[in-house]
């Protein structure tokens, strides 16, 4: 399949379109695996979350550059619009939710476990945008922060997303600050008795500690999702 | 295949080939991948169970598990998420010893584990030193991230069967997919053949 777009959305990260010819549709939250080749035959593949909502004609995906990756940084920094790539999926229908499954909808993101759940919300709002959600995003700082424009136009629209940076933050910042504790999630997750159907994407450490606190309040521990992104994304 | 205009990649060093499988690559780190929380059972609540087509279901406290022979084993792991990490260190029981003296019909098992995880196998890939019970990982109590108290480890497939939080085996007749096996990933899990998908 070719790239058909590409733009920038942090200094760490890109936005690949991909033409994917008899793409047979996806959930949003499903990742697909792609797939490298040196010349001489050697080959690399690593798996990416979708960005895209089923409805989006065009495939896109939101790489992450890690240290060392020798995937994610071909990716990020060197694929131009016009190369063929090779891919496979879509991959994994746990981590996935459609407008049939309902809500309250809640999304915890940390990081680049941001762009399985903006698949959610794009699918959400394609199809009408009547699922009650709750959005947490956790990022180390605003240039970090993925898909800010987005984020912000969501909130505009009325919805519950909020922004919490952990590292740095400018002066005039009005979202939450630090580590997301307790009270933090408590304000964003609705109570148990609304039987909220949750979904927490990031690094293991993130993940770990959100999915700990849920269970400490009360979420049934089978309507929480999660899906841990490493340093081994490559 | 096609190549990847200007892709040449960092190639893994060389020796390894007979120790990484196909599409895999090495990792120093221990990443943790789990569909859900992470259950902590109280050791004082902990059993473990053999259950199913027995005559018998066999129970054991934590205090009874380890107070089985346990074996020290050294092995190489594989995620079907492609990182491999070599040379891992495990204490455990053989599931062999749990499974010693047990008459059965079965051909399958299926692993259960606290948070509703399940994984199937055939029983023939569980038996005669190819799997156990773990308790330790690097010489210490197994964290509960990486399954602890204990996980299933079943090196020669990929990790998804290596059921963390382990709480027993069901021994069945029939094969009867497990958590990912229904979800789109391969029914038995040979990291050699690349079995990572159902189409695979």
Redesign the interface.
């Known amino acids: 399949m070719r790239v058909t777009g590409a733009h920038r959305e942090t200094a760490r990260s890109r936005t690949l379109l991909l033409d994917v010819p008899g793409w047979p549709g996806h959930l949003a939250g499903q990742h697909v695996d792609l ?5 001489d ?7 990416y979350s979708i960005a895209s909502p089923p409805e989006s004609a065009e495939l896109a995906l939101t790489v992450e550059r890690v240290d060392d990756g ?1 995937v994610s940084s ?1 990716l990020v920094d ?3 619009v016009g ?4 891919l496979r999926g879509p ?5 996935a939710w459609q407008v049939a499954d309902g809500g309250p909808l809640v999304l915890l993101g940390g990081g680049s476990g941001l762009v399985p759940l903006v698949a959610m919300l794009r699918h959400r709002a394609a199809s009408g945008g009547d699922v009650e959600v709750h959005v947490l995003v956790s990022a180390r700082s605003p240039a970090d922060l993925l898909y800010r424009d987005e984020l912000d136009g969501y909130a505009a629209a009325g919805l519950d997303v909020r922004v919490t940076l952990t590292r740095t933050w400018p002066d005039d910042w009005a979202g939450g600050t630090g580590r997301v504790d307790r009270a933090g999630l408590e304000a964003v997750v609705p109570g148990p008795g609304r039987e909220p159907r949750v979904y927490v994407c990031g690094p ?1 450490g993130f993940v ?1 500690h959100v ?2 606190l ?2 400490e309040l009360g979420h049934d ?2 309507a ?3 899906e ?1 992104f ?3 994304g ?1 | 295949m096609p190549v990847t205009r200007g892709f040449r990649g960092r190639r893994r060093p060389e020796g390894d080939a007979t120790r990484v499988p196909p599409g895999q690559y090495v990792v120093d780190e221990f990443p943790v991948l789990s569909a859900g929380p992470t259950p902590h059972v109280p050791l004082s609540e902990w059993t473990f169970t053999v259950t199913g087509a027995v005559d018998a279901p066999r129970t054991w406290t934590w205090e009874e598990l380890l107070a089985l022979p346990a074996e020290d084993i050294t092995t190489d792991i594989h995620c079907v998420t492609r990182w491999s990490k070599l040379g891992t260190a495990w204490k455990g029981v053989a599931v062999d010893v749990l499974l010693d003296e047990i008459e059965t019909a079965a051909e399958y098992v299926t692993a259960f584990c606290d948070g509703g995880y399940t994984t199937n196998l055939p029983l023939a890939d569980v038996v005669d030193g190819q799997a156990w019970i773990v308790y330790e990982y690097g010489g210490e109590p197994l964290e509960a991230e990486h399954g602890g108290p204990a996980r299933l480890l079943v090196p020669h497939l990929y990790l998804w069967k290596s059921a963390k939080w382990v709480r027993g085996l069901e021994l069945t007749e029939d094969d009867e997919p497990g958590f990912w096996e229904g979800l789109g990933y391969h029914n038995r899990g040979d990291p050699w053949r690349e079995e990572r998908y159902w189409s695979d």
């Open positions: 797939r490298l080749t040196a010349e035959g050697y080959h690399a593949e690593r798996a020798e071909f060197e694929v131009r190369d063929e790539l090779e991959v994994g229908g746990y981590f293991t770990e999915a700990a849920l269970v521990p089978h929480i999702r999660t841990r490493g340093p081994t490559g």
